[in-house]
C-alpha cells in the first residue's frame, strides 16, 4: 500500500493471492441522510395511521376539557343581547318600508 502511495510499482503477490480492493464509501452521507428521514417519516405515518384508525372521534361529540370555563361569557351574553335588539328594531321596521314602494 505505502509503495503505491510513493508511485513505485506494487510488489508481486505470492502465487493464489489477490490485492485488496480500493475501499470505496458504500453509503454515502447523502443516502445516510435520506435513510433517516425516510425511517423517520414512515414511523411518524405509522403512528399517525394507528391513531387515526384505533381511535372514533366522531363518538365524542359533547366533550369539554377539563376545568373548561367560557372566557368571555358576560361578553358572550351582551352581544346576544345586541344581535336579539337589533333583529327586533329590523323585524318592527319592516311593516313601515313594506307599502313605501
Known sequence: MADERKGEPPQP???????????????????????????????????VCTLVVGFALSAFTGFAFLGFEEPFPRARRALIEYRSRISSRISSAAPAYAGSG
Open 13 to 47: 503477490l505470492p502465487r493464489g493471492w489477490a490485492r485488496h480492493p480500493k475501499e470505496r464509501m458504500l453509503i454515502t452521507p447523502l443516502m445516510a441522510g435520506v435513510g433517516g428521514l425516510l425511517a423517520f417519516f414512515v414511523v411518524v405515518a405509522v403512528v
